[in-house]
C-alpha cells in the first residue's frame, strides 16, 4: 500500500503565503491535522465549526479528532494492506484456499470496485497485478533494483487474471480461483482512506476541509480565507518539486498517478510501479503523470493509475468517452519539455492557467 517513494507528494498543497498569485491579507481560521501513513503524509486542514454558538475548543477537540483519525486509519492498514502480514487482505493473499472466504463490507466492496475497472480497462488495470509488482521490487518487500529475468516475469504473469477473483457484495467475501492470485490495492488505497476521513470529519460538524493523504485528495466547501480550496499538480520532474497547474475544487476529490517518482533506472532505463499486466513490464511511455477529478477519491485514485497503464492514446479515449476529468502529462524524450494534454471536463478545474 506505500512505499519509501511516496514520501514524496505528487500534489503540492498550495498554501496563500507560499504564493504570490493568491496573496491577500485575511487571517486564515483553518486548523491543521498532519500525520504519516501508507509511506507518505496525511494532512486534514478544516475550518472549525461553530456549534451552539461556541467556538471550536481548539487543542482537545482537534487532539481528540486527531486520535479518531489515527484510529481509522490504522484500522483500514489493517483491512487492506499488503505491507501488513496480518491484514486481513494479507491473510486472504497467503491463504492457498479457493473457498469463499468471509471478509469485511469494506474489503469486498473495495475488491468489486477494483474488478470493475479491470473490466473497463480490460486487464490493463488488474488489482491481481501482485505477483509482477512484487517480482519488479515494488512490493511490501524492500526495492531490488534488479531487472526480473524473462523465466520469472512469465511466471509471475500466469498467476495474474482479474477474471480468476471473485467477490460478494451480499455475503461479504471473496474467492479465488487458484492459490496463485495475490491482490494489490496500492492503486486505490489511498483513494479509499481519503474519502473515509472526509466522512469521519463531517461527522465531526465540519463542512470546510481539504483531506490529504500523499497525492490524493478531497475537498469540501472553501478554505480559511473564505476562498476555494486550491491545489497545485506537480511538474513531473523526478526529485524536485515545481508547481504546475493550479486547479480549484470546492467538492471534489483528486489523484495523481505518476512514473516520475517511484522507479528504479537501470542502463539508462526508468522501470517504474506501474506495471503493464499483458507485458509484465512495467509501462515504458511518454506519459509521465495523470491526474483525475472525480467525486469520491477512491474513484480518481483508481481511474488515474488505469490511465497511467493504458497511455496517453487509449487512456485519453478512454477518458473522453466516460467524461472524465482527467490531465495528462507527458515528457519529451531529452526529458526536458512537457506536454499536456486534457479533457473538457477537466479544463473547468483550472483556476490560473500557469504560475512558473
Ligand atoms: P501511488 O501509489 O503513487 O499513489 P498509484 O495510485 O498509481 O500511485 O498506484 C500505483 C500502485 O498500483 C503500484 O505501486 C502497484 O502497487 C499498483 N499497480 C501497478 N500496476 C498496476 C496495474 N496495472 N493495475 C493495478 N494496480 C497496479
Ligand atoms: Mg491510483
Redo the contacts with the bound molecule.
Keep these: 500500500m506505500h512505499?519509501f517513494f511516496?514520501q514524496f507528494l505528487?500534489i503540492l498543497l498550495i498554501t496563500c503565503n507560499l504564493l504570490s498569485a493568491c496573496k491577500n491579507e485575511q487571517i486564515d481560521q483553518s486548523v491543521q491535522i498532519v500525520g504519516f501513513t501508507m509511506g507518505t503524509n496525511y494532512k486534514i486542514s478544516f475550518i472549525p465549526p461553530r456549534s451552539t454558538g461556541k467556538l471550536w475548543q481548539s487543542s482537545i477537540q482537534t487532539e481528540l479528532l486527531k486520535n479518531s483519525v489515527e484510529e481509522l486509519l490504522e484500522h483500514i492498514n489493517k483491512q487492506m494492506s499488503t505491507y501488513d502480514v496480518g491484514s486481513e487482505l494479507s491473510r486472504f493473499n497467503h491463504n492457498n484456499s479457493t473457498s469463499w472466504l468471509a471478509v469485511s463490507p469494506e474489503l469486498s466492496s473495495l475488491v468489486a470496485e477494483g474488478l470493475r475497472i479491470s473490466e473497463i480497462t480490460h486487464g490493463?488495470?488488474?488489482?491481481t497485478?501482485g505477483p509482477l509488482?512484487n517480482l519488479w521490487g515494488?512490493?511490501p518487500e524492500s526495492h531490488r533494483d534488479q531487472i526480473p529475468s524473462d523465466t520469472a516475469i512469465i511466471q509471475s504473469r500466469a498467476q495474474v487474471g482479474y477474471w480468476h477473483l471473485h467477490t460478494n457484495l451480499v455475503s461479504p467475501s471473496i474467492k479465488k480461483d487458484h492459490p496463485g492470485i495475490y491482490i494489490?490495492l496500492?492503486?486505490?488505497a489511498?483513494g479509499y482512506a481519503v474519502d473515509q476521513l472526509a466522512q469521519l470529519v463531517e461527522t465531526n460538524g465540519i463542512q470546510n476541509y481539504l483531506v490529504s493523504i500523499?497525492?490524493?485528495l478531497r475537498a469540501k466547501g472553501h478554505n480559511g480565507k473564505n476562498q476555494p480550496w486550491t491545489v497545485a499538480i506537480e511538474q513531473p520532474v523526478p526529485g524536485q518539486h515545481i508547481v504546475g497547474r493550479l486547479i480549484q475544487i470546492s467538492d471534489h476529490s483528486v489523484?495523481t498517478?505518476?512514473s516520475y517518482?517511484?522507479y528504479f533506472e537501470k542502463n539508462g532505463q526508468k522501470y517504474s510501479?506501474?506495471?503493464?499486466?499483458h507485458t509484465g513490464q512495467p509501462v515504458l511511455q511518454a506519459l509521465v503523470s495523470v491526474t483525475v477529478i472525480s467525486d469520491t477519491d477512491m474513484e480518481a485514485?483508481t481511474i488515474?493509475?488505469a490511465l497511467?497503464?493504458l497511455g496517453s492514446e487509449d487512456g485519453f479515449k478512454l477518458a473522453t468517452e466516460h467524461h472524465l476529468a482527467a490531465l495528462f502529462i507527458l515528457v519529451s524524450p531529452d526529458g526536458k519539455r512537457f506536454q499536456e494534454i486534457y479533457t473538457p471536463e477537466f479544463e473547468s478545474f483550472l483556476a490560473i492557467s500557469r504560475i512558473n
Excluded: E, Q
Design positions: 512505499s511516496l505528487t490493463a488495470y488488474d488489482i497485478v509488482v515494488f512490493g494489490d496500492s492503486s486505490l489511498k500523499g497525492g490524493d489523484s498517478a505518476g517518482r517511484n510501479h506501474v506495471i503493464n499486466p485514485d488515474d493509475t497511467m497503464v
